[in-house]
């Protein structure tokens, strides 16, 4: 409100008062300029009557004085005598016109000769009064100074300031000085001025006006804007929160969903391991029967067959030795006849040749059935051996005596033997695991050059085992079967397929696990992490 009573109040004033005071200030200086042209008219007026007059005065030294009508009313002839008038020789005199004040209205000219003066009273205020009159001033204030003597001053003191000065006036020493007040008042007119003044009140009272609602309604819009502004604030600040809870919401499902992904993980490896171990426990049964049924023919086939070749070998010598003694027998001879027939129908020769071959490829595939038979009785067996404390470094340093004596070609065997603490466990079985793991390891690195490492080492609550080679590796497809019974990629009779299964299954038996890390083309790693007392369900199972 208070400003409002500024802007449209006090502005316009000040404004008005500003434009009244340049306006008249202008108007001023217009009057003041055309005052002085008038006042200098005066002045020049003034001259020249002076120097008409003083010429007239010389000229009337010879005969007459005849004053300029115009000043002949102001000019005193008190001096003029007779006697002077004819007397003087006036071509003798040195005509310098010298005013000088005698009283306050009257100038003494004085015009020398050597000896002689004459000299002239002027009545100069009703002169100059008259001049100004005529010229159309009416009454004015004067100030004749001589030698910066005030000669008079008409119409009472002039002012220090503003006032008309005129140097050049007949005499050097002379000067008229006029007063211009009264010139510029009676020109003045202050109605420019005032009519500028209210319509500048008028013109700054409608802009003030329209500005003041300019201004109100931009602060109406600032308010609405500020409003808006805050509104705006809290809706972003109550977003950012929102997303503050979105980025944690957002992070505790990722940590949540790797959570679940590590359980998902863990349950498939225990889907997996329970299926294994259900088709191992189910191929253990059906094993069992199996073994049980064809263990005891495996066994006699196998008895025969040694009893076979004994007797294979009892009749190669005996039809050798009936051979030797048919060389003295008559070759006419129904005996020998017969006897030859027969050894030629049955082909004698070839089948004492090829006998003990055959026997041999036999018992040699018996063996094999056998061997099979007994890794699938272990597989089926129920886990009761004998687990006893002892030092693994030993039964090691036997099977890595052995497993050396198998390398072949360029392969070089890396152990790094560490101590270890006493473990719970079957060493026999740790040994055979351990021996399956590097014939594995050589076979693949066979016919290449290549290196096996054997490292030890305690972790946590576990020994473990490691077996690393820089062979073929396995494709993922082939390192998801290799703990698979009878799964095998060598060719037919070479590999059983058993060799890892059985191992998973022993070490199982410990509480352990068996990890294997594969790169096709770069190497396998089998890692048996066995915990220190094998009776102890161990925790790290995956
Ligand atoms: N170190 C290894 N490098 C490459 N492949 C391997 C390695 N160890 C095992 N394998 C693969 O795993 C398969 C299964 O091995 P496992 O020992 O069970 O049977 P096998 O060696 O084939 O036959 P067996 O051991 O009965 O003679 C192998 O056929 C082979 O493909
Ligand atoms: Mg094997």
């Given at each position: 409100m208070r400003y409002r009573i500024f802007a449209i109040g006090i502005i316009p004033a000040l404004c008005s008062a500003l434009?009244?005071?340049?306006?008249?200030?202008?108007?001023?200086?217009?009057?003041?300029?055309?005052?002085?042209?008038?006042?200098?008219?005066?002045n020049n007026r003034a001259l020249q009557d002076f120097y008409e007059l003083a010429d007239r005065v010389r000229d009337g030294m010879a005969t007459t004085v005849e004053l300029p009508s115009s000043m002949a009313p102001?000019?005193?002839?008190?001096?003029?005598?007779?006697?002077?008038?004819?007397?003087i020789d006036l071509s003798d005199l040195d005509l310098k016109a010298i005013p000088s004040a005698?009283?306050?209205?009257?100038l003494n000219l004085n015009f020398h000769s050597d000896n002689q003066q004459f000299r002239i009273f002027l009545d100069s205020e009703a002169w100059l009064q008259a001049l100004c009159t005529d010229l159309g001033f009416g009454d004015l204030s004067f100030s004749l100074v001589y030698r910066d003597q005030s000669v008079f001053v008409s119409g009472g003191p002039l002012p220090d300031s503003d006032v008309f000065r005129q140097?050049?006036?007949?005499?050097?020493?002379?000067?008229?000085l006029i007063d211009r007040t009264p010139?510029?008042?009676?020109?003045?007119?202050?109605?420019y001025p005032m009519s500028l003044a209210a319509l500048t009140f008028l013109f700054i009272l409608v802009l003030a006006e329209k500005f003041q609602r300019q201004r109100f309604r931009l602060k109406r819009s600032g308010e609405r804007l500020r409003a808006v502004e805050a509104e705006l604030e809290q809706t972003s600040e109550i977003l950012r929160s929102q997303m503050e809870v979105t980025a944690n919401n957002q992070k505790e499902l990722l940590k949540r969903n790797y959570e679940l992904q590590d359980i998902n993980r863990t349950l498939e490896q225990a889907k997996h391991q329970i299926s294994f171990s259900e088709r191992l426990a189910n191929l253990g049964e059906v094993s069992a029967g199996i073994v049980h049924e064809i263990n005891n023919p495996i066994a006699y086939i196998g008895?025969?067959?040694?009893?076979?070749?004994?007797?294979?070998?009892?009749?190669?010598?005996?039809?050798n030795t009936l051979d030797k003694a048919s060389d003295g027998l008559d070759v006419h001879s129904e005996f020998y006849k017969t006897l030859l027939a027969a050894y030629q129908e049955l082909n004698v020769q070839d089948a004492i040749q090829q006998a003990?071959?055959?026997?041999?490829?036999?018992?040699?595939?018996?063996?094999?059935?056998?061997?099979?038979v007994q890794d699938m009785k272990r597989l089926s067996s129920?886990?009761?051996?004998?687990?006893?404390?002892?030092?693994?470094?030993?039964?090691?340093?036997?099977?890595?005596?052995?497993?050396?004596?198998r390398i072949k070609g360029d392969v070089e065997l890396r152990t790094n033997l560490v101590e270890l603490p006493d473990l719970v466990c079957n060493a026999s079985q740790i040994s055979q695991v351990l021996t399956n793991i590097f014939v594995n390891a050589i076979q693949a690195l066979e016919g290449r050059r290549g290196l096996i490492t054997f490292t030890e080492r305690v972790q946590g609550n576990s020994i473990v085992l490691d077996v690393c080679d820089d062979g073929p590796g396995m494709s993922e497809e082939i390192a998801a079967r290799v703990f698979e019974p009878f799964f095998t990629t060598k060719d037919l009779g070479s590999g059983t397929g058993m060799g890892l299964s059985l191992c998973y299954k022993l070490i199982d038996e410990h509480n352990g696990w068996i990890e294997l890390k594969t790169t096709p083309g770069a190497g396998s790693c089998f890692s048996i992490h066995l915990p220190l007392d094998a009776t102890q369900e161990n925790s790290n199972v995956q």
């Amino acid at each position: 409100m208070r400003y409002r009573i500024f802007a449209i109040g006090i502005i316009p004033a000040l404004c008005s008062a500003l434009a009244f005071w340049i306006s008249s200030t202008v108007e001023h200086n217009r009057v003041g300029a055309i005052a002085d042209h008038m006042l200098e008219q005066v002045n020049n007026r003034a001259l020249q009557d002076f120097y008409e007059l003083a010429d007239r005065v010389r000229d009337g030294m010879a005969t007459t004085v005849e004053l300029p009508s115009s000043m002949a009313p102001f000019v005193s002839s008190r001096s003029l005598s007779e006697a002077w008038r004819f007397a003087i020789d006036l071509s003798d005199l040195d005509l310098k016109a010298i005013p000088s004040a005698t009283d306050n209205a009257t100038l003494n000219l004085n015009f020398h000769s050597d000896n002689q003066q004459f000299r002239i009273f002027l009545d100069s205020e009703a002169w100059l009064q008259a001049l100004c009159t005529d010229l159309g001033f009416g009454d004015l204030s004067f100030s004749l100074v001589y030698r910066d003597q005030s000669v008079f001053v008409s119409g009472g003191p002039l002012p220090d300031s503003d006032v008309f000065r005129q140097d050049d006036f007949i005499f050097p020493q002379l000067s008229l000085l006029i007063d211009r007040t009264p010139v510029i008042e009676g020109m003045y007119n202050n109605r420019y001025p005032m009519s500028l003044a209210a319509l500048t009140f008028l013109f700054i009272l409608v802009l003030a006006e329209k500005f003041q609602r300019q201004r109100f309604r931009l602060k109406r819009s600032g308010e609405r804007l500020r409003a808006v502004e805050a509104e705006l604030e809290q809706t972003s600040e109550i977003l950012r929160s929102q997303m503050e809870v979105t980025a944690n919401n957002q992070k505790e499902l990722l940590k949540r969903n790797y959570e679940l992904q590590d359980i998902n993980r863990t349950l498939e490896q225990a889907k997996h391991q329970i299926s294994f171990s259900e088709r191992l426990a189910n191929l253990g049964e059906v094993s069992a029967g199996i073994v049980h049924e064809i263990n005891n023919p495996i066994a006699y086939i196998g008895s025969n067959l040694r009893e076979l070749e004994s007797d294979v070998n009892a009749l190669r010598g005996f039809i050798n030795t009936l051979d030797k003694a048919s060389d003295g027998l008559d070759v006419h001879s129904e005996f020998y006849k017969t006897l030859l027939a027969a050894y030629q129908e049955l082909n004698v020769q070839d089948a004492i040749q090829q006998a003990p071959e055959r026997l041999e490829d036999c018992i040699h595939g018996i063996e094999r059935v056998r061997k099979i038979v007994q890794d699938m009785k272990r597989l089926s067996s129920r886990g009761n051996n004998e687990m006893t404390l002892c030092n693994l470094n030993d039964d090691i340093s036997s099977v890595i005596n052995i497993v050396k004596s198998r390398i072949k070609g360029d392969v070089e065997l890396r152990t790094n033997l560490v101590e270890l603490p006493d473990l719970v466990c079957n060493a026999s079985q740790i040994s055979q695991v351990l021996t399956n793991i590097f014939v594995n390891a050589i076979q693949a690195l066979e016919g290449r050059r290549g290196l096996i490492t054997f490292t030890e080492r305690v972790q946590g609550n576990s020994i473990v085992l490691d077996v690393c080679d820089d062979g073929p590796g396995m494709s993922e497809e082939i390192a998801a079967r290799v703990f698979e019974p009878f799964f095998t990629t060598k060719d037919l009779g070479s590999g059983t397929g058993m060799g890892l299964s059985l191992c998973y299954k022993l070490i199982d038996e410990h509480n352990g696990w068996i990890e294997l890390k594969t790169t096709p083309g770069a190497g396998s790693c089998f890692s048996i992490h066995l915990p220190l007392d094998a009776t102890q369900e161990n925790s790290n199972v995956q």
